[in-house]
């Protein structure tokens, strides 16, 4: 799988992580954004980070035609998701198409693909230049070429790669976000104040991190979409967002990226 083109549709903490690693081991990259001037940012930001790689600008959709495979880390939503993958299936005939989704179904976004059987989802972890993981979840016509070359791509950057089912959550989320949301819940509850809390977990669990400066970390925003998504999956209480969570995200307090969240940055 040498000399790989990869276009990265969606140029934020994710798109510009999944950039990066892919870089970094000599693919060429392409990078789009429907929001001006961020996939030059983007580009300004990574190549400071690794002068020599072969970074690309794609001005529009059309620039990623001949990428063999397009990972798409925008907005998470399903119909902003299908749109961009009904346009995608056209204009790039024969790549492999695949989302970097945490919460949506893989199947359902295939179903706006006119290939299903190239789409694929590759769901990286945060930060993605320090998480070994990605979980890559088949959909239901996905081909066995196409899990393969996946699998394949995930040991060229240096990644593990876990295969499961296309199930809410997945692994990591449906185990970690409800942990996080307890985590808060408990905060509301005036259980223990916030460092208590993540010490405890630290230092009873066996975390590297506590459950609320992780949350902190991936966005209270990101958090509760996720939480709502799987909520709205299955009704399963277990994935009903805390109140407190809510709030935090109404007064724009989203964590280490507004410099507060449970903690101040
Ligand atoms: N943040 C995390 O910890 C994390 C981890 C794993 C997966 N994800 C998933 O990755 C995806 C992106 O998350 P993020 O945290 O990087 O978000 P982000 O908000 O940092 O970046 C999203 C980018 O997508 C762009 N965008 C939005 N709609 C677009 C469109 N239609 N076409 C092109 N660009 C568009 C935005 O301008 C923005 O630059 C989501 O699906 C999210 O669930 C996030």
Same mark, same amino acid.
């Given at each position: ?7 990265? &549709? ?7 992580? &999944? ?36 970074? =690309? ?7 990623? @035609? ?17 749109? !961009? /993958?009904?346009?995608? @299936? @056209?204009? *790039? ?32 972890? *945060? ?43 997945? &692994? ?11 985590? &808060? @819940? ?37 958090? !509760?979409?996720?939480?709502?998504? !799987? +909520? ?18 109404? =007064? ?10 449970? /903690?101040? +940055?």
């Amino acid at each position: 799988m040498n000399k790989l083109q990869i276009g990265i &549709i969606g140029c934020g903490q994710m798109g510009q992580g &999944i950039a990066r690693v892919c870089a970094q081991v000599g693919y060429k990259v392409k990078l789009y954004d429907s929001f001006e001037g961020a996939a030059e940012q983007a580009v300004t930001i990574l190549l400071d980070k690794i002068p020599t790689a072969n970074f =690309q600008l794609a001005k529009s959709l059309d620039d990623v @035609s001949d990428c063999d495979l397009v990972i798409e880390a925008i907005k998470e939503d399903y119909v902003t998701k299908q749109e !961009l /993958f009904k346009s995608l @299936s @056209s204009i *790039n005939p024969s790549g492999i198409l695949a989302t970097n989704t945490s919460s949506l179904s893989v199947q359902r976004l295939a179903q706006a693909v006119k290939n299903p059987e190239r789409f694929i989802g590759l769901h990286f972890m *945060n930060p993605v230049h320090v998480m070994p993981l990605v979980e890559v979840i088949a959909g239901e016509l996905t081909s066995v070429n196409t899990i393969e070359q996946t699998l394949n791509f995930c040991t060229s950057i240096g990644k593990t790669a876990v295969q499961c089912q296309d199930q809410p959550g997945f &692994i990591v989320n449906r185990i970690l976000l409800p942990m996080i949301n307890q985590a &808060i @819940s408990a905060l509301e509850a005036g259980l223990a104040n916030a460092e208590d809390i993540d010490t405890a977990m630290k230092l009873g669990g066996g975390f590297p991190m506590g459950p609320l400066a992780l949350a902190d970390f991936i966005g209270l925003d990101t958090c !509760l979409a996720i939480l709502q998504n !799987l +909520y709205e999956e299955g009704k399963n209480l277990t994935f009903q967002p805390s109140e407190l969570l809510v709030q935090k995200v109404k =007064q724009g307090q989203l964590g280490k990226k507004t410099k507060q969240g449970f /903690f101040t +940055y």
